[in-house]
């Protein structure tokens, strides 16, 4: 009997990256798995990839619309949820003097405000007990240059886990973050960046790291079903960091 059994779980940002390979674990483990990304063909392709019983969905977290339009799908063919992993996120290095609105609003949106819509929409749907795990970063407690609203949207998200927990504990719903370090997914291709700076920039990072390597996605979605499970059910409001001692050591 896997770990999921019998259980329902939404994945934003399960189309690559992280929320992929937990898609994978979570399907493996026996739960039954809808996903949300943005772009149609790499939901598509998710889709394929992970086979006939994933609710594959394209849906814009930033969109109040969307999710409430995913949550009618979700219902009409789980019923309900025990699970949300709330992890879609984009990340935009910018030195901070050019830091403009654009720039604020594109994180917040996704990052913040796109965990708050996945929430919101999703928790009519959330059994008693449920789970949610929300995608944080160990850069809420670090300073990294370039990622200053990258790093707030995020510490944002970790405040959100504490006051989400104390909120929805009367309802069986407990809170968790993940806080992944360095870990190799397609999000680096999406830095806006060219490929010679991404792997300079990753150079200088992974120079940091006690572990010495990049951490993969499949490790991060171990601790994701951790949190998502029975396995971690007296942890409310708590932040799991994963990042190979960059943080902590
Ligand atoms: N990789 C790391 O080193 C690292 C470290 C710390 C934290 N994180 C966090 O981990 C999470 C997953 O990132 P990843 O590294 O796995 O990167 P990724 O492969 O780029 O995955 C990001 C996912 O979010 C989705 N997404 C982005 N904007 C969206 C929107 N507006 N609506 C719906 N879905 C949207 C993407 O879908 P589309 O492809 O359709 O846009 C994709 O499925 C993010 O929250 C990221 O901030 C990553």
Redesign the pocket.
């Known amino acids: 009997m896997g770990r999921l059994t019998g259980k329902t779980a939404l994945i ?10 937990t898609a994978r674990l979570f399907l493996e483990e026996g739960a039954r798995v809808a ?6 063909q ?2 598509e392709a ?1 889709g394929k990839e992970l086979g006939e019983g994933v609710l594959a969905l ?6 109040a619309a ?1 999710m409430v339009a995913a949550a009618a799908r979700i219902r009409a063919l789980f019923g309900s949820l025990d699970v949300v992993f709330a ?5 935009q290095p910018m030195q901070f003097s050019d830091v403009d609105a654009r720039h604020i609003d594109s994180q917040v ?3 913040f405000k ?1 965990v708050i819509h996945t929430v919101q929409c999703m928790l009519p749907l959330l059994n008693n007990p449920a789970s949610v795990v929300l ?5 809420a407690e670090q300073g990294v240059a370039g990622l200053s609203v ?1 790093s707030a949207t ?1 510490a944002a998200v970790r405040s959100l886990a504490r006051t989400l927990s104390t909120e929805l504990a009367p309802r069986g719903v407990r809170v968790n973050v993940i ?12 830095l806006g960046l060219p490929p010679d700076a991404v792997q300079a920039w990753a150079g200088q990072l992974v120079a940091k790291v006690p572990a010495a390597r ?2 993969q ?1 499949d490790e ?1 979605a171990k601790a994701v079903l951790f949190l998502a499970s029975d396995d971690s059910s007296y942890m409310m409001g708590e932040n799991v960091v994963f ?1 190979g001692g960059m943080a902590t050591l």
Request: glycine content about 18%; cysteine-free.
């Open positions: 934003t940002g399960g189309t690559t990256g992280i929320g992929l390979a996903i949300i990304g943005q772009d149609a790499r939901v998710a394209r849906a814009d977290v930033t969109s969307d992890n879609a996120g984009i990340a949106d996704v990052n796109g995608t944080g970063t160990t850069l990258y995020k806080s992944p370090g360095l870990i190799e997914t397609p999000i680096y291709g999406k990049f951490g996605a991060v990042d």
